[in-house]
T-cell receptor, first 114, second 115 residues
Framework: AQSVTQPDIHITVSEGASLELRCNYS??????LFWYVQSPGQGLQLLLK??????LVQGIKGFEAEFKRSQSSFNLRKPSVHWSDAAEYFC????????????FGAGTRLAVHP | DAGVTQSPTHLIKTRGQQVTLRCSPK?????VSWYQQALGQEPQFIFQ???????QRGNFPDRFSGHQFPNYSSELNVNALLLGDSALYLC??????????????FGQGTRLTVV
């Protein structure tokens, strides 16, 4: 069965610093991978997605992610964090067998210090 | 485009009661999925509706049921509420013809509190 692991529960960075959030997946074939962001009490907003092709994916709000099949990873990066980036970040994989059911990791809560 | 809209935004119910949550998908979308997100946890898939039929179901008891209407909107019903049903319920819509990995758009959720 597919699964997603986000090793870091909480991360704190200073505003302007670079950011990398880790995501590891377990999947037999080429995965469909997503990063979502959630502000407190709100829904989920898609940052970026990977299906195939170029392993470096650009998303909204200056985020990018790199798919590394050899490491089963899909880490999210941003070169310079803004205070408004403070939120919960979820990595997800689309389940095989169709229908696009999403399986989420446990999430990483990002705090940004001024 | 209003995106995915859910109602109500907040709801308080008593144990044993029944609740209905509503979702209108993004314009043009024909598939609706429901997720439960307990406080501090990740979203968990409840079920998905397409062509007014439940197409896939997660590991949730039969107390959780749903419906999809001809206009693609959807309802989530939960019977015999338990304290553990307290959560943020998220609706996500997508386009079936988009194929595997098509993007799901999420609503803002309904916060259900069971007391």
């Amino acid at each position: 069965a597919q699964s997603v692991t986000q090793p870091d529960i909480h991360i704190t960075v200073s505003e302007g610093a670079s950011l990398e959030l880790r995501c590891n997946y377990s999947y037999g074939a080429t995965p469909y991978l997503f990063w979502y962001v959630q502000s407190p009490g709100q829904g989920l907003q898609l940052l970026l997605k990977y299906f195939s092709g170029d392993t470096l994916v650009q998303g909204i709000k200056g985020f990018e992610a790199e798919f590394k099949r050899s490491q089963s990873s899909f880490n999210l990066r941003k070169p310079s964090v803004h205070w408004s980036d403070a939120a919960e970040y979820f990595c997800a994989v689309g389940e095989s067998g169709g229908y696009n059911k999403l399986i989420f990791g446990a999430g990483t809560r990002l705090a940004v210090h001024p | 485009d209003a995106g995915v809209t859910q109602s109500p935004t907040h709801l308080i119910k008593t144990r044993g009661q029944q609740v209905t949550l509503r979702c209108s998908p993004k314009s043009g979308h024909d598939t609706v999925s429901w997720y439960q997100q307990a406080l501090g946890q990740e979203p968990q898939f409840i079920f998905q509706y397409y062509e007014e039929e439940e197409r896939q179901r997660g590991n949730f008891p039969d107390r959780f049921s749903g419906h999809q209407f001809p206009n693609y909107s959807s309802e989530l019903n939960v019977n015999a509420l338990l304290l553990g049903d307290s959560a943020l319920y998220l609706c996500a819509s997508s386009l079936s013809s988009g194929g595997l990995g098509t993007e799901a758009f999420f609503g803002q959720g309904t916060r259900l509190t069971v007391v």
